[in-house]
T-cell receptor
Framework: GQQLNQSPQSMFIQEGEDVSMNCTSSSIFNTWLWYKQDPGEGPVLLIALYKAGELTSNGRLTAQFGITRKDSFLNISASIPSDVGIYFCAGRWNNDMRFGAGTRLTVKP | NAGVTQTPKFQVLKTGQSMTLQCAQDMNHNSMYWYRQDPGMGLRLIYYSASEGTTDKGEVPNGYNVSRLNKREFSLRLESAAPSQTSVYFC??????????FGPGTRLTVT
């Protein structure tokens, strides 16, 4: 089946720093999505990408759908303490949605 | 606007017991999904329902059954719980099948 490799597994950064995380796959997807999960909550959609090469921003977040359709990255600029959480990528092909294992982000004030 | 709601929030079962997890959405979405989340892993799709009256298996359907009761409600049943089914279960819904909106989860422990 389609597997997603998400990296890094965890990040410890200082408030104000920029963050970058990515997902790669051996299979192509026609949609990439990025979610954030706070402790004890369900994932919340941050950004959805529908076309290869698409670059989309949502406030301080920017995500790109890789040209090969096998990867995507998420950047967070000027991190703040409330950015703490687990970030998941997800790739969709037809009715099949696969999730990465997550990047756990810790922001030190 | 409640979005996606799930009950119960927590549940402890003994091996072999059965239970049904309930999910409801008030966004008039056609598609609904059940996932499980285990430590260090992403969410894995158990079953989904692309529209009222249809259900399909996902990546890890063994040991589970589902019912799409109406457009709003999608339940997940464990007929004979096993310790391997200890997990956090999330329900999600979607209008398009692409952008999914998740409930708060049910934390299930099977002893």
């Amino acid at each position: 089946g389609q597997q997603l490799n998400q990296s890094p597994q965890s990040m410890f950064i200082q408030e104000g720093e920029d963050v970058s995380m990515n997902c790669t796959s051996s299979s192509i997807f026609n949609t990439w999505l990025w979610y954030k999960q706070d402790p004890g909550e369900g994932p919340v959609l941050l950004i959805a990408l529908y076309k290869a090469g698409e670059l989309t921003s949502n406030g301080r977040l920017t995500a790109q759908f890789g040209i090969t359709r096998k990867d995507s990255f998420l950047n967070i600029s000027a991190s703040i303490p409330s950015d703490v959480g687990i970030y998941f990528c997800a790739g969709r092909w037809n009715n099949d949605m696969r999730f990465g294992a997550g990047t756990r982000l810790t922001v030190k004030p | 606007n409640a979005g996606v709601t799930q009950t119960p929030k927590f549940q402890v079962l003994k091996t072999g017991q059965s239970m049904t997890l309930q999910c409801a959405q008030d966004m008039n979405h056609n598609s609904m999904y059940w996932y499980r989340q285990d430590p260090g892993m992403g969410l894995r799709l158990i079953y989904y329902s692309a529209s009222e009256g249809t259900t399909d298996k996902g990546e890890v359907p063994n040991g589970y059954n589902v019912s799409r009761l109406n457009k709003r409600e999608f339940s997940l049943r464990l007929e004979s719980a096993a310790p391997s089914q200890t997990s956090v279960y999330f329900c999600a819904s979607s209008a398009t099948g692409y952008e999914q909106y998740f409930g708060p989860g049910t934390r299930l422990t099977v002893t």
